[in-house]
């Protein structure tokens, strides 16, 4: 079964950090380029970041970057999330989700979502 | 950056109603564009990408249309199962989602 699956939630204090971990199974993970996605508390889905299949090509959304860090790695199957500076309004469900296409040079549709990690950002 | 509207953010229906929402793109992203459904407390689920394209598994109630900047999600005969919110989202630079149009019961 292709899967997702987030960790690393919680409760963070304005201007810590925390880190979201996101385990895959089921597919070629080194073969496909991924993103994370967050909604906030009622909200819509906001796309945060980009990370090619190989690492080599990395976009950001203006509200995270300098803030966030994307990275992966293919040995572990493992795509992570570093968020530092964290502010009130980085509170949001975050997925960790697959970019479609393997042939795409950039962000592409999405089709493969995990079921999301709750981050906090309060004192 | 690019901008999606989606219109209506609500919209009452039927079981048996056709239903079509809206995306429309601050530039044109030819037909780099996908449709979600989200259900409360949900993940969203991929409906149609390249605008038109039915993702593997997605009824054949489902279709999209459309190109440059202006796109149609349609459900031919809306099912109860359908009634969640419905998501638009760009890939021709970098990504953006719209706003969202939730499909609530008549």
């Known amino acids: 079964e292709v899967q997702l699956v987030e960790s690393g939630g919680g409760l963070g204090q304005p201007g810590g950090s925390l880190r979201l971990s996101c385990g895959a199974s089921g597919f070629t993970f080194s073969s496909y380029s991924m993103s994370w996605v967050r909604q906030a508390p009622g909200k819509g889905l906001q796309w945060v970041t980009y990370?090619?299949?190989?690492?080599?090509?990395?976009y950001y959304a203006d509200s995270v970057k300098g803030r966030f860090t994307i990275s992966r790695d293919n040995a572990k199957n493992s795509l992570y999330l570093q968020m530092n500076s964290l502010r009130a309004e980085d509170t949001a469900v975050y997925y960790c989700v697959r970019d479609g296409d393997v042939m795409a040079t950039g962000p592409d549709a999405l089709d493969i979502w995990g079921q999301g990690t709750t981050v906090t950002v309060s004192s | 950056d690019i901008q999606m509207t989606q219109s209506p953010s609500t919209l009452s229906a039927s079981v048996g109603d056709r239903v079509t929402i809206t995306c429309r793109a601050s530039?044109?992203?030819?037909?780099?564009l996908a449709w979600y459904q989200q259900k409360p407390g949900k993940a969203p689920k991929l409906l149609i990408y390249?605008?038109?394209s039915l993702q593997s598994g997605v009824p054949s109630r489902f279709s999209g249309s459309g190109s440059g900047t202006e796109f149609t999600l349609t459900i031919s005969s809306l099912q109860p199962d359908d009634f969640a919110t419905y998501y638009c989202?760009?890939?021709?630079?970098?990504?953006?989602f719209g706003q969202g149009t939730k499909v609530e019961i008549k």
């Open positions: 530039q044109s992203i030819s037909i780099w």
């Open positions: 989202q760009q890939y021709n630079s970098y990504s953006t």
């Open positions: 390249k605008a038109s």
């Open positions: 990370i090619s299949s190989r690492s080599r090509t990395i």
